[in-house]
């Protein structure tokens, strides 16, 4: 057998193979609640042979979401939304992630095809939060805030997690990458607090540890729990590979059980090395230098590419985002190539090569 489609256990959930769907902004929510789309959009997934399909960024507050048409996972009425959507999923053997979120100083916007960046009051837009009062370019100045709303929002990530367990989810994970807050109190260009969330390594790190331990112990034992993170701002000064690794040593000991290796997103206009597979190396470094599971993530689209980072001890599953939205059946179709035989749900049994 392949590594691709070689089973991976994590905790007491077993995934049938390591072609993991990423996270992908749907931007097709009503006030956080999930419809059709994502039931057809994560679905697809579903029937396609995914090892793990991870839903997108869904906030655990209101004023936590990217965009006023993102999902959220903060009230009843969102988990029974979701719980359409996992029960698909498990109906088709597929495990399913979500990913717990507050997108900070970059919330507050439209949809990216909308003919404006940011939602106005009327719109159901809002002041955004941060660490610090400092902007992401182009955005407005956020407030900082302060230690009680930050222990506020170590509940709310709580009180998430505890719904996506009754939703059916089989996978937490936390998002620290990419910009949003809390990859905003880890690094020092956009955190600038002189209280115990700043300054040193251990105080910027504070805030991602407390949400950890509080989610930890919202969710079963049994339950996996995932982190991403960014491992580089790409900036001088910012948030970089070496704390990414010592940061990734804490949250082992923390109970983490993957972390899902990112980059980037806080700092624009720095120059990132685009390129296949370019946050691998991120990937390879922590896994072997922490002893976790890593998963890896970015222009990773082509079967011998995924099969040779998971061959090489890179990282332990590769995720794919632009690849499963062009592709919905991609593993379904690679592991044919690979001469592994998983299930096809019967409706397409007919369009195997095999029956061609």
Same mark, same amino acid.
């Given at each position: ?5 070689? #089973?991976?256990?994590?905790? $007491? ?57 993102? #999902?959220?996972? /903060? ?6 939304? /979701? ?13 399913? +992630?979500?990913?717990? %979120? ?11 095809? $909308?003919?404006?960046? @940011? ?30 709303? &930050? ?6 990530? %709580? ?9 059916? @989810? ?48 919202? &969710? ?18 910012? /948030?970089? &590979? ?12 923390? +109970?983490?059980?993957? &972390? ?20 691998? %190396? ?10 976790? #599971? ?11 590419? =995924? ?9 332990? =599953?590769?995720?794919? =985002? ?7 059946? /991609?593993?379904?179709? =690679?592991?044919?190539?690979? +001469? ?10 007919? %369009? ?5």
């Amino acid at each position: 057998m392949s590594q691709l489609f070689s #089973p991976l256990s994590l905790r $007491e959930v077993n995934f049938s193979n390591r072609a993991w769907v990423s996270s992908m902004c749907q931007y097709s929510a009503k006030d956080g609640v999930i419809g059709d789309w994502h039931l057809v959009h994560l679905g697809a997934f579903a029937t396609g042979g995914a090892g793990l399909i991870m839903a997108e960024a869904s906030a655990v507050t209101p004023e936590g979401r990217i965009s006023i048409h993102c #999902p959220g996972l /903060w009230s009843e009425e969102q988990t029974e939304a /979701w719980s359409r959507v996992t029960r698909f999923a498990h109906s088709q053997g597929t495990k399913i +992630g979500i990913q717990l %979120a507050h997108a900070g100083r970059k919330g507050s916007t439209m949809a990216p095809w $909308e003919d404006h960046v @940011f939602a106005t009051p009327d719109e159901g837009g809002w002041t955004t939060v941060a660490p610090s009062p400092i902007a992401f370019e182009g955005y407005p100045v956020p407030r900082q805030l302060s230690s009680a709303q &930050i222990a506020e929002l170590v509940e709310s990530f %709580a009180d998430s997690a505890r719904r996506a367990s009754a939703a059916g @989810f089989d996978v937490v994970e936390i998002h620290a990458a990419h910009g949003y807050l809390l990859h905003q109190f880890l690094s020092p260009l956009s955190n600038q607090r002189t209280d115990v969330y700043g300054g040193t390594f251990e105080n910027r790190i504070r805030f991602l540890c407390e949400v950890v331990d509080a989610v930890r112990e919202a &969710i079963s034992p049994a339950m996996p729990l995932f982190v991403r993170i960014s491992a580089t701002d790409y900036a001088q000064g910012g /948030w970089d &590979i070496e704390e990414s690794v010592q940061l990734s040593r804490v949250l082992k000991t923390m +109970g983490v059980d993957l &972390i899902d290796v990112s980059s980037g997103g806080n700092i624009a206009g720095v120059s990132i090395p685009l390129g296949p597979g370019y946050q691998v %190396a991120f990937s390879e470094r922590i896994r072997n230098e922490v002893n976790v #599971p890593t998963s890896t993530v970015g222009l990773i689209t082509e079967l011998l590419q =995924a099969e040779g980072i998971l061959d090489s001890g890179q990282a332990d =599953a590769t995720m794919m =985002a632009r690849a499963m939205l062009r592709n919905p059946r /991609w593993a379904l179709h =690679a592991a044919e190539e690979l +001469g592994d035989i998983i299930p096809w749900p019967p409706q397409f049994e007919r %369009a195997r090569t095999l029956h061609a």
